[in-house]
């Protein structure tokens, strides 16, 4: 089954655990989400990295499959944040930042989607940092310019395609040159990892990225997408009937269209991918987090809540909720242990 989806502002989040709280020619191809290679050194160009914060002063928090800790007086950039992005950045309220971000900007590509190139998605064989379209103001003295606007430029890649350390893990890394209107310049940097659907953005260059990265962990269990078609619960816990589906956006959804015969581009610009609608039970662990983003909770759009089992349980018991998505994690003993709402309006 085909479902046609309106564009969604995707808004369910990305999962916080606390421990306490423009282009260039395509490279050689190398693998990449391996363990890294002995010389993965970090460029004398990139900011010195530093000393890693100590579990004690750390917070770690997972998007998707990464989970990093980072100091704990660091924000997750909340406002900005849905399943498959969130801004982490130092504290500071007038941090130089770019696209919102003043910290390490996480992407998830769960849908099929990581940002690239004035907002395509992001390829190796046109690796960019500019998401947008239009002229952004610069991360400096942004209002320094004709008709208050010091304008950002892009000036390209710094140097060609290269591998570097995140976790055990050895992801593409790419850097850029960039200047305002002003003279201010600066370098984003990237880190990509394709099998791990993961890209990480440091736009303006934090010294403490690299060392954040290399000690970054890699989730044992999966994330997957589907839908819940009822529940039954026993003495010895409580039993999801999950129908797993896949969720395409923007040119992902646009190929599958395209592959299957039907309409391009797409109506809605999404499609949620379930040729087999049959349903398979799985087991909720018993500490199970559950988390509503609207419908579940019965809030505005976006309002994320945590909710009972049971309240869940009650909830996909009625058919008409049957056609709400979540996002469902599976530990590494096949259970699941978290459910997270995927809104769509």
Not at 60 to 73: E, S
Not at 219 to 233: I, N, P, Q, V
Request: charged fraction near 20%; glycine fraction near 8%.
């Amino acid at each position: 089954m085909i479902r046609l989806t309106r564009p969604a502002a995707l808004l369910a989040l990305a999962v916080i655990t606390a421990a306490g709280c423009s282009s260039g020619a395509r490279p050689a191809a190398r693998a990449t989400d391996s363990p890294p290679p002995a010389s993965s050194a970090p460029a004398s160009s990139t900011p010195a990295a530093t000393a890693t914060p100590t579990d004690a002063a750390a917070v770690r928090f997972t998007v998707g499959p990464l989970q990093l800790a980072v100091p704990r007086d660091w924000s997750s950039g909340r406002e900005r944040q849905d399943f498959g992005n969130v801004c982490v950045a130092p504290p500071g309220a007038h941090r130089p930042a770019m696209f919102g971000c003043a910290g390490l900007d996480i992407w998830y590509g769960w849908n099929g989607f990581l940002p690239g190139n004035e907002q395509a998605t992001f390829e190796r064989a046109h690796p960019a940092w500019y998401h947008a379209t239009d002229v952004q103001p610069c991360p400096v003295k942004p209002t320094d310019g004709p008709d208050h606007l010091n304008g950002v430029r892009d000036d390209g890649l710094a140097a060609k395609e290269t591998l570097r350390p995140v976790g055990n893990r050895s992801a593409y890394f790419y850097q850029w040159h960039a200047h305002c209107d002003d003279g201010y310049r600066f370098a984003p940097r990237a880190w990509y990892l394709p099998a791990s659907k993961i890209l990480v953005f440091d736009y303006i260059g934090d010294a403490t990225a690299d060392a954040i990265l290399r000690t970054a962990t890699f989730d044992r269990g999966r994330w997957t997408l589907g839908f819940l078609r009822g529940a039954s619960r026993s003495s010895t816990g409580t039993t999801l009937a999950f129908d797993e589906a896949e969720w395409l956006s923007g040119e992902a959804a646009n190929d599958y269209a395209r592959r299957h015969g039907m309409e391009s581009p797409v109506p809605n610009d999404y499609l949620i991918v379930d040729p087999d609608t049959s349903t398979a039970p799985y087991r909720l662990t018993a500490d199970a987090r559950v988390v509503s983003v609207f419908q579940l909770a019965g809030t505005e759009p976006g309002t994320e809540r945590t909710v009972s089992v049971t309240k869940l349980a009650a909830f996909v018991a009625d058919r008409s909720h049957w056609d709400v998505p979540f996002h469902v994690h599976f530990d590494p003993s096949g259970r699941i242990d978290q459910v997270v709402e995927q809104y769509r309006p």
